[in-house]
């Protein structure tokens, strides 16, 4: 079975990056532009582990990660932070409302496969 992985990012590119990574490794993919296209998406998809910026409009990653603990349907799916912040308190912040782990952009395609792999098991 295909493992389906949601990348939540306003910028296009990294999107792009991300899921070229992910696709080229067996991966489904599943894009959203911002935390509330995410849990629009989320409804009708099966997903595995979801990887989502921090700083996005609308709704950022932690208000994203703490609306999907909220919901028993999806509180267990990994979620991974991929942003360009790396201050300790941000990554406490992201800890505290649930993420499973923190990445920071420019990220190598290697590293982020490592990570998936690892989470997914």
Known sequence: MIKNIMTVDDSASVRQMVSFTLKGAGYGVI?????????????????HLIITDLNMPNM???????????NP????I????????SQDSQKKEGRAAGATGWIVKPFQPEQLLAVTRKVLG
């Open 31 to 47: 894009e959203a532009i911002d935390g509330q296209d995410a849990l629009i998406k989320l409804k009708d998809k099966t997903v």
């Open 60 to 70: 950022d990653g932690i208000e994203l990660i703490q609306k999907i603990r909220a």
């Open 73 to 76: 349907d999806y509180k267990f």
């Open 78 to 85: 990994p979620i991974i932070m991929l942003t360009t912040e």
